[in-house]
C-alpha cells in the first residue's frame, strides 16, 4: 500500500504547509513569548503552582470505577503488543501490512504522550512490559519460587530510560531499515527482554526508572488536571500545577532533552535542507550520518538549554547545574507542543487512520474483527490550514506553557523582579527554539 510505506518512508512525519510566510509565524511566536513574559512580571509575583498541585478529590467512587477498568484495560493493551509482534513475523508482512510499526511509531509514541498529557498517567496502566512481569511474579509464586522485592531506587537512577529513549530515537530516525516489520519486530522483542529482564534482577521498580517510554509520559502527565493521589482517589488540579511536583533531577532533564533533540532532528531529517547539507545516502552510509546529526542535534539543544542556565546562574549567583536542574520541569509542555506539532497530521491522517484500520486486519488475511477493515484513509478530515495552524499553536502554547512555569519557580525562592530580570537569558533560548521549531516545520 504506497500511501502507508510513504507514512512510514521516515519513521514518523509531519505536514508543514503553513497558510502565512514563515516570517509572520515567527515574529508572531516570538511576540507572544515577550508578551507573556512582561505579562508574568506585573501580575505574577508569587508562587501559584505549588499551592495548586494538590488539587481536590473527586472522590474514591471515581478511583473504584477506574479500579474496576483497571484489569481489562491492561489486557488490550497487553493483546494489541502481541499482535503487533506477531503480525510483524507472520507471512503477511512481507507485503503491505505494517500494524507492528504503525503500534509502535504512532499509537505509543505519539498517540500515548498526548493521552498522558490530558488524562494523566494512563500508560502505568497499560504498560504491557509491567503486565507480562506481573504475569511472571505470579507464575512464579504459584510454582514456589523466590519473589524478588524492590530495593528502592535502582543504581543509575533514571539513566536506563535516557538510554533506551536515545535507542529508541535512534532506530526510529538514524536506522535505515528502521520502518520493516522484521526490524521492528526485533526491536519489540530486544526492548521487552530488557525491560522484564531488568524487573527480574531489580523488581518492578526498574520498569519505573529504565522504561524510557513510561518516564516521558509519566513526565507528560505531570500537565494533566488529572492524577490519582496515595489513597487511590483521583483529584483535580490546575493544568500544569504537577509539574511543580517533580524532584529536581539531571537524569530526568537528560531525558527531556534527548526528546527534544531528537524531535528537532525529526523535523531536520525531512526537511528539504538535510539533502542540501549531507547529501543523498542509503543504507549503513545514511545510517551513519544520521546518527551523527540527532546527536549534534541533541548537543546543540542541551549546550543552548546550558547556556542559559549558566546566564541566569550569573545573575542570581546559583551553579549553573543547580538552575539547570530547577528549571528542567519547563521543558515538558515544550516537549508536548513539539509532539503535536511535528506528529499532530500523522496522527489524524495517515498513521492514525491505518492503524484503527489493521487493527481489524493485523494479519492481512481478510479478517474484519472492529468493522474497520474497509475503512479508507480520509485525508480530508483536517484540511492543512487547519493542521498548520495546530501545529503553530502547539510550539507557541507550548513555550509559553514553560515560560510561565519557569517563572513561577524563579518567584518561588526570588523577589519577583530580581527573578524577571534573571530569567531573560532564558527566555531568548525559548523563543529560539521555537523560531526554529517552526523554520523546520516549514521546511518539511
Not at 502565512?20 to 511576540?31: C, T
Not at 491492561?74 to 510483524?88: M, Q
Not at 488529572?226 to 488540579?237: E, H
Amino acid at each position: 500500500m504506497t500511501t502507508l510505506n510513504t507514512v512510514l518512508a521516515h519513521g514518523v512525519g509531519s505536514r508543514g504547509d503553513l497558510p502565512l510566510p514563515f516570517y509572520l509565524f515567527g515574529i508572531g511566536a516570538a511576540v507572544a513569548l515577550m508578551a507573556t513574559f512582561v505579562s508574568l512580571s506585573f501580575f505574577w509575583h508569587r508562587a501559584w503552582l505549588p499551592r495548586a498541585a494538590s488539587g481536590r478529590s473527586l472522590g474514591r467512587a471515581f478511583g473504584r470505577v477506574l479500579d474496576a477498568v483497571a484489569v481489562p484495560a491492561r489486557l488490550a493493551s497487553l493483546a494489541v503488543f502481541v499482535l503487533a509482534l506477531a503480525s510483524s513475523v507472520s507471512d503477511a508482512a512481507v507485503g503491505s501490512q505494517r500494524f507492528g510499526p504503525l503500534t509502535v511509531y504512532v499509537a505509543l509514541w505519539v498517540g500515548m504522550a498526548m493521552v498522558a498529557a490530558v488524562f494523566g498517567d494512563v500508560w502505568r496502566v497499560l504498560n504491557p512490559f509491567e503486565t507480562i512481569a506481573a504475569a511472571i511474579e505470579w507464575a512464579a509464586g504459584k510454582l514456589g519460587l523466590p519473589q524478588l522485592e524492590d530495593k528502592g531506587e535502582i543504581p543509575g537512577g533514571y539513566w536506563p530510560a535516557v538510554i533506551a529513549l536515545f535507542w529508541f530515537l535512534l532506530f526510529e530516525l538514524a536506522y535505515h531499515d528502521g520502518t520493516t516489520n522484521e526490524a521492528v519486530a526485533g526491536a519489540m522483542i530486544a526492548y521487552t527482554l530488557g525491560m522484564v529482564g531488568g524487573s527480574a534482577v531489580f523488581g518492578r521498580r526498574w520498569l519505573r526508572q529504565a522504561d524510557g517510554f513510561g518516564v516521558l509520559f509519566s513526565l507528560l502527565a505531570r500537565m494533566s488536571p488529572l492524577y490519582r493521589d496515595d489513597t487511590g482517589a483521583v483529584r483535580l488540579r490546575a493544568p500544569l500545577s504537577g509539574l511543580t511536583t517533580l524532584t529536581p533531577r539531571i537524569d530526568l532533564l537528560a531525558v527531556l532533552l534527548v526528546v527534544l533533540g531528537g524531535t528537532t532532528f525529526d523535523s531536520l531529517a525531512g526537511s528539504t535542507l538535510w539533502p542540501d547539507l549531507v547529501g543523498t545516502h542509503r543504507g549503513w552510509t545514511a545510517t551513519g550520518i544520521n546518527t551523527a546529526g540527532m546527536i549534534v542535534v541533541i548537543a546543540i539543544m542541551a549546550a543552548l538549554y546550558y547556556l542559559g542556565s549558566l546566564a541566569v546562574g550569573w545573575f542570581t549567583d546559583q551553579s549553573a547545574a543547580d538552575v539547570a536542574r530547577r528549571f528542567a520541569h519547563s521543558l515538558v509542555p515544550i516537549a508536548l507542543g513539539y509532539t503535536v506539532a511535528h506528529y499532530f497530521s500523522l496522527l489524524v491522517l495517515d498513521g492514525g487512520q491505518n492503524f484503527l484500520r489493521l487493527l481489524s486486519n493485523p494479519f492481512d488475511r481478510g479478517s474484519n474483527w472492529f468493522g474497520t477493515a474497509d475503512w479508507a484513509v480520509n485525508f480530508f478530515l483536517v484540511s492543512t490550514d487547519a493542521i498548520a495552524w495546530v501545529q503553530f499553536s502547539a510550539i507557541v502554547v507550548g513555550h509559553i506553557a514553560a515560560v510561565l512555569v519557569a517563572h513561577d519557580r524563579a518567584v518561588e525562592t526570588s523577589d519577583a523582579s530580581e527573578a524577571t530580570w534573571a530569567q531573560r537569558p532564558m527566555l531568548l533560548v525559548m523563543v529560539f527554539y521555537s523560531v526554529v521549531g517552526l523554520w523546520l516545520l516549514q521546511e518539511a
